[in-house]
Structures are given as structure tokens and as C-alpha cells.
């Protein structure tokens, strides 16, 4: 059983990298945008819709990714590097009766970018097998890591983009503080697509194709996650034919329609489709102004399977809740349908700057949501984002990573290896945070509201970033007497913070602190979690022996317990 469990695990991982890395021999550019129905800020509805172009001929509502991307200095440039890692852990339950564990942790990583005049490529993965000597419990297994993978197949027209995410998180909104003391979720991702952008004359002509996968292994005894998810396989398409104004035509304008689909595998199959189809219009007001508005028809579904049933029609209740019928219709979870409009300005005083902002009518009442990309300079920058929309965790997930910037630091917990709440741009280009996805692992659909900032810079010897978020999540769930239910709505606040500093050629020192607060409709008491790490580094031979040394204290507080533990790392790290 062990064995299956790790080669299952090693084939999820493969997949994961190799999906990423052999899309490097495809061809294509651009960042894909932020595919399908209803992704917070790309080319479905939720972000504006694929909108009409502006005077500059750009999409007046491309995603901010594909347009840093397609502005790329064509530098060839390789830096790839492996290594080896060991170091000694202690680790203190500082709360009454806790006890002091020390192990050894013993890794194993590659850090990689790659760019040529067709490809972009940027790996950071590491593995981890943390040994306890004392018999605590701690033996364990550790991936972290982030692939994205950008080729032009016809440089300008048709490009390629693959990705990959192995992270872990605490579960009920923990998803900092993730120590190797306590059972966690792993969590994986993978994803593929191809996007068109070219042109008939003075059509704009887009489309864009986009399959994904998560999986997801919950190591804490009696989770209820197990019988909600286990993995998705998201697939969504868009394609929109348009025309800029001022070429005859003082009106740009975009047709565009986008479709949707995930299945969920767990005890209950959950399914979620959503199509949607509308006009939008760009009316220039000055040379930097805008105003743009848009219509259009949308559909959205989800199902689960329905409960075995008495024969009256209630759930029947066994040992471990109600039990899937197959042989029964499915069960309709959401069924929203019907028009959507909004109205809002596109405003670009300068190309270091862009801000959207719409309210409309969708889901039923009315959404507001909006967007603002600032470079102060070439090495500061901030991305500040309003989201509403209808989604699932595996396209929320992926929605998130892939809209990433090329160009990120992976920010890891110096303890355990972990990737942060946060990844920050080192061009200035913000970043972008997970967050708001991993606090919530469900196969439910959700409908999600709410904003985030990240800031990311670099000045003279200093780098730094900040990543703040807000989500508030409904979900989509049967209400059904005798059933026990999940919680209905929750939201979470998160705030993440990383400061670090060159102290000479050959050493660095980094502090990384975060906070969040995460609560729900069934527990009165929020889940509260604390921390912060600092850790040093210098380089001893050559410079390909490292010295290491960190410490940290996290703290977790659900309202009845509250669990503080303390953490100090000492070791060596061997690059080749």
C-alpha cells in the first residue's frame, strides 16, 4: 500500500514537471490568459469580458500578464542550478505539557531560468525527507515547488504555456504556518494550453484552449476533505473576433463566448459547467480615458450525486454520513442563468499605469470589480485586484499561478522548504499570492468576492514584498435534513510580508512574517494563525558551499486550542 501511495504521489509529480519543462520544445510566448469562466481578472466576463480594443490597439482588457510578457527584453540568458541540502532541526511545543523534537532534514532542489528570444522558462522545485531520530512522528515526505513554461510557436500570433504547483497547507484557512510537526494537505497542480491572437485586416482575432489537473492528499486523521476532493480536471476554451477604434470607426468593439467544465472526484463527483457569450464596446473619451461597457447571456451549473434515499424520500444515515446513488439523477447544487451587463472606464495615463473599474449585473445581483497595475519604476510595482465570481477550487488554484508573472521569486519558509503565502516579481511587477485559493479546499462551486494587493520591489542591496487579501466564499451545497452539513460561507483576511538584504558578496539575511484570520458560517471560533522566520545565509567554499541557519515561531489559535511552536535550523547546502 505504501508503495502504491509513493509511486501514485511520484507520478502526480511527474506529470506536474513534465507538463511545464517538455512544453519548452513546443514554441510560444505570451503568458495565457486567465482562462475560463468566470477567472478573476482574464478574458471571461468576470474580468470585463474579452473587451474591445483601445486606441493603442491592445485588448482593452487583456490580461496583465499577457502584456508584460509580449513586452520581453529578447536576451538569451540560462541559469540553472542544483542542489544538495542537509541540516539539523530542532523544533518546541512551547504550550503547556509540549515536548521538543529534533530531526534531520535531508533535500534535494533545482532552481532554474531560462530565456531565449522563443522561450521563457523559470523551475524551482525541491524535495524534502525529513528523519526523526527520536521516534516523534516526523518521518515524512516534502515536495514545494513552482514551473512555468512560456514558448512562441509563431512569435506575436500563436504561443504555448505550461505550468506546475506543489505546495502544502494547514486546512480550515491555515495556509501559512505549515510546519513539519503537524499533518497537512499536499496539494499539486498542472496545467497546458495553447492561445491565438492574430489578425484579419482590422480584426482582432483571439482564442485560447487551457486543460488543468489537482490533486490533492490529505494527511490529517479524520478529514472530512477526504470524501469531498481528491483531484479535478478543468478544461475551458475562448474565442472573440474584435476592432479597435479610430480606423473609421470611432467605437472598438469585441464579440467573444467562453465555455467551461470541471469534474471533481470524491465521494460525491461533483461537476460544474458554465458557458457565456457577449458584445462589448470601447468608447475613447481622451487619449488616456475610456469608457467600455458590455451585455451578453450566461449559463452556469453544478452537480453532485444525489443520496441514497429512504422511502420517503430522506437521506439515509450510516456510520459515516449519507452514501452516493449513482443509478439517481444527479443532484443541481447552482443553476444560474440568464443576462449580464456592467459599464465601467479603462484608464492609462502613462504605460506604467492601468486602472479598470466596472459594476454591472451578474449571478443574480450586482457585482462590482476592477483593476490597477502601477511600476513605479523598474524595479517597483503593484497589482491591486476586486474579484467576483463564480468558481472551483482546481480553476481558482490554477487561475492563480498562471497568471503569475515569468520573473517571480519563490519565497520559501527557510524551516521547512515551503513555498510562501506570496511569489514577488523581481521587475517590479507585483506577484501574486495563493491564499485565497488554498484556504479553501472543497469540489463545491463557490461564488467568491472580495480584493488583494501585492507590492514587490528592490532598492540597492534591499528586496522586499507585501501581499494582503480579502475573500469572502458562498458556497453551492444541498440543503437537506439529517445531512451534516459543511460550512455554508466562509472568508478569510491574510496578510504576508518579506524583507531581505545582501550583507556582503557572500552572505544575505531574510525575514519573512504573516497573519490571517479565517472563519465560517458552523464554527463560531476564527482560526487565527501568527508567525515569522528569519533566516541567514553564507557562502563558505567557492561558493557552492552554503552556511544556513534560521529560526521561527508559528502560532495557531481555533478559539478553543492554541498551539505556539518554536523552530531553529542549522545546516549546509552544496550547489552544483
Excluded at 155 to 173: S, V, W, Y
Excluded at 444 to 464: I, P
Excluded at 512 to 541: C, E, I, K, Q
Amino acid at each position: 500500500m505504501k508503495t502504491e501511495l509513493a509511486l501514485t504521489r511520484l507520478a502526480r509529480l511527474s506529470l506536474m514537471l513534465g507538463a511545464a519543462l517538455a512544453a519548452a520544445t513546443a514554441a510560444q510566448a505570451q503568458d495565457t490568459p486567465r482562462l475560463g469562466y468566470g477567472g478573476y481578472a482574464g478574458n471571461g466576463p468576470s474580468g470585463g469580458s474579452e473587451s474591445a480594443q483601445d486606441g493603442n490597439g491592445q485588448e482593452a482588457d487583456a490580461p496583465r500578464s499577457n502584456r508584460r510578457r509580449s513586452n520581453r527584453p529578447e536576451r538569451v540568458r540560462t541559469d540553472v542550478s542544483a542542489y544538495l541540502e542537509v541540516a539539523q532541526v530542532l523544533s518546541a511545543d512551547l504550550d503547556s505539557g509540549g515536548e521538543t523534537l529534533t530531526y534531520t532534514s535531508v533535500a534535494a532542489g533545482v532552481d532554474g531560468t531560462v530565456q531565449t528570444r522563443r522561450v521563457t522558462a523559470q523551475l524551482s522545485y525541491r524535495y524534502e525527507r525529513d528523519i526523526d531520530w527520536q521516534d516523534g512522528g516526523i518521518d515524512r515526505d516534502a515536495h514545494a515547488g513552482l514551473a512555468m513554461v512560456n514558448v512562441q510557436v509563431v512569435p506575436g500570433a500563436l504561443q504555448i504555456d505550461a505550468g506546475g504547483l506543489a505546495t502544502r497547507t494547514g486546512g480550515e484557512g491555515r495556509v501559512f504556518g505549515v510546519t513539519n510537526r503537524t499533518s497537512n494537505v499536499d496539494v499539486y497542480s498542472a496545467y497546458v494550453g495553447p492561445t491565438l491572437s492574430t489578425h484579419a485586416g482590422p480584426l482582432a482575432i483571439n482564442a485560447s484552449y487551457r486543460l488543468g489537473s489537482v490533486w490533492v492528499d490529505d494527511h490529517r486523521p479524520n478529514s472530512p476533505l477526504n470524501e469531498d476532493f481528491d483531484h479535478a480536471t478543468a478544461q475551458s476554451a475562448t474565442a472573440s473576433i474584435g476592432m479597435a477604434p479610430g480606423r473609421g470607426f470611432p467605437i472598438g468593439w469585441t464579440v467573444g463566448a467562453g465555455y467551461a467544465r470541471e469534474d471533481t472526484s470524491g465521494r460525491f463527483d461533483q461537476q460544474f459547467d458554465g458557458m457565456y457569450v457577449r458584445g462589448d464596446v470601447v468608447v475613447p473619451v481622451t487619449a488616456t480615458l475610456a469608457l467600455t461597457a458590455g451585455v451578453g447571456y450566461e449559463d452556469i451549473q453544478s452537480s453532485q450525486l444525489d443520496f441514497v434515499r429512504d422511502v420517503n424520500g430522506f437521506p439515509v444515515i450510516g456510520p459515516n454520513g449519507p452514501s452516493p446513488d449513482p443509478s439517481a439523477p444527479r443532484l443541481l447544487t447552482y443553476d444560474q442563468s440568464g443576462l449580464m451587463y456592467d459599464g465601467g472606464i479603462i484608464w492609462r495615463p502613462g504605460p506604467r499605469t492601468e486602472l479598470q473599474a466596472r459594476a454591472g449585473h451578474r449571478y443574480g445581483g450586482t457585482t462590482y470589480t476592477g483593476s490597477l497595475d502601477h511600476r513605479f519604476n523598474e524595479h517597483q510595482g503593484v497589482h491591486v485586484e476586486v474579484f467576483d465570481t463564480v468558481e472551483t477550487f482546481g480553476r481558482a488554484l490554477t487561475n492563480d499561478y498562471a497568471g503569475m508573472p515569468v520573473d517571480v521569486d519563490v519565497n520559501r519558509d527557510p524551516l521547512t522548504g515551503g513555498l510562501g503565502g506570496c511569489a514577488f516579481s523581481r521587475g517590479g511587477q507585483g506577484g501574486g499570492c495563493f491564499d485565497r485559493s488554498l484556504s479553501a479546499i472543497t469540489g463545491s462551486t463557490f461564488r467568491a468576492r472580495g480584493g488583494s494587493l501585492v507590492f514587490s520591489g528592490e532598492r540597492g542591496l534591499w528586496s522586499y514584498g507585501l501581499g494582503a487579501g480579502y475573500v469572502h466564499r458562498r458556497y453551492a451545497r444541498p440543503a437537506v435534513a439529517g445531512v451534516a452539513s459543511f460550512a455554508q460561507s466562509d472568508e478569510v483576511w491574510s496578510f504576508y510580508g518579506s524583507l531581505a538584504r545582501q550583507l556582503s558578496r557572500t552572505s544575505e539575511i531574510s525575514l519573512d512574517a504573516f497573519a490571517s484570520w479565517y472563519s465560517n458560517d458552523v464554527d463560531p471560533d476564527t482560526v487565527r494563525t501568527l508567525g515569522a522566520t528569519l533566516g541567514y545565509n553564507r557562502s563558505l567554499f567557492l561558493e557552492r558551499l552554503r552556511l544556513m541557519a534560521a529560526v521561527g515561531i508559528y502560532n495557531t489559535d481555533d478559539g478553543i486550542d492554541s498551539a505556539t511552536t518554536a523552530s531553529a535550523l542549522g545546516g549546509l547546502r552544496y550547489t552544483f
